[in-house]
């Protein structure tokens, strides 16, 4: 079993920056994917980015050049740095993790274990 805690996050004006943290439990944490996925207000959880194991990053379209996604096995703690905020990235953003290969990044259902979520506010 994984739990998955997040930190980070909160409001802040248009091309501002922000850094989400999440912590995990077990032991295992250096064999799985780690994912961010994020929900605005009425629309479906989308994909934002993804690291596996190895190192290998995958990104949203809509965030490539302005998250970056990292992670430190040796605390257990993924990492997404979040630049050139825009208003549009107003969401609540879950971290993910699970036994994901690179070619499934994307697809949520493919992630065993989820944070709690936490809002992020871009004002404009």
């Known amino acids: 079993q994984v739990q998955l805690v997040q930190s980070g996050g909160g409001l802040v004006q248009a091309g501002g920056s922000l850094r989400l943290s999440c912590a995990a439990s077990?032991?295992?944490?250096?064999?799985?994917?780690m994912g961010w996925f994020r929900q605005a207000p009425g629309k479906e959880r989308e994909f934002v980015a993804a690291i596996s194991w190895s190192g290998t990053r995958s990104y949203a379209d809509s965030v490539r050049g302005r998250f970056t996604s990292s992670r430190d096995n040796a605390k257990n703690t993924e990492y997404l740095q979040m630049n050139s905020l825009k208003p549009e990235d107003t969401a609540v953003y879950y971290c993910a993790a699970g036994v994901v290969s690179t070619t499934q990044h994307t697809q949520q259902g493919k992630y065993n274990y989820w944070g709690q979520g936490t809002q992020v506010t871009v004002s404009s």
């Open positions: 077990g032991r295992t944490f250096g064999s799985y994917t």
